[in-house]
């Protein structure tokens, strides 16, 4: 049975930072591409990062929105992929989402408030 469970979110001013964590499991984890997306209030769910299996390289992408305040990295020996969010914004505010693309699988989300 496929799983994504993401952990991590919560309510950060803002400024601050927060690691989203994505583990998962009943998958070759390790040759899969993963992506964070996100959510906000009446929006549509939108990518964020993205971090390719580590055979074809680990390469990684970001949205613009969040270029240079947001790190995507994996760890397969956990079978977990993060999302280090800094400086973080009241837009950033939304429910993130891990997705494994090649399995066409969604985990339930995490939500992230930044509010002061």
């Known amino acids: 049975q496929v799983q994504l469970v993401e952990s991590g979110g919560g309510l950060v001013q803002p400024g601050g930072s927060l690691r989203l964590s994505c583990v998962g499991s009943g998958f070759t984890f390790s040759r899969s591409d993963i992506s964070w997306y996100r959510q906000a209030p009446g929006s549509d769910r939108e990518l964020v990062a993205f971090i390719s299996s580590v055979g074809v390289g680990g390469s990684t992408n970001y949205a613009d929105s969040v270029k240079g305040r947001a790190t995507i990295s994996r760890d397969d020996a956990k079978n977990t992929v993060y999302l280090q969010m800094n400086m973080l914004k009241p837009e950033d505010t939304g429910v993130y989402y891990c997705?494994?693309?090649?399995?066409?699988?969604w985990g339930q989300g995490t939500q992230v408030t930044v509010s002061s």
């Open positions: 997705y494994a693309p090649t399995l066409l699988f």
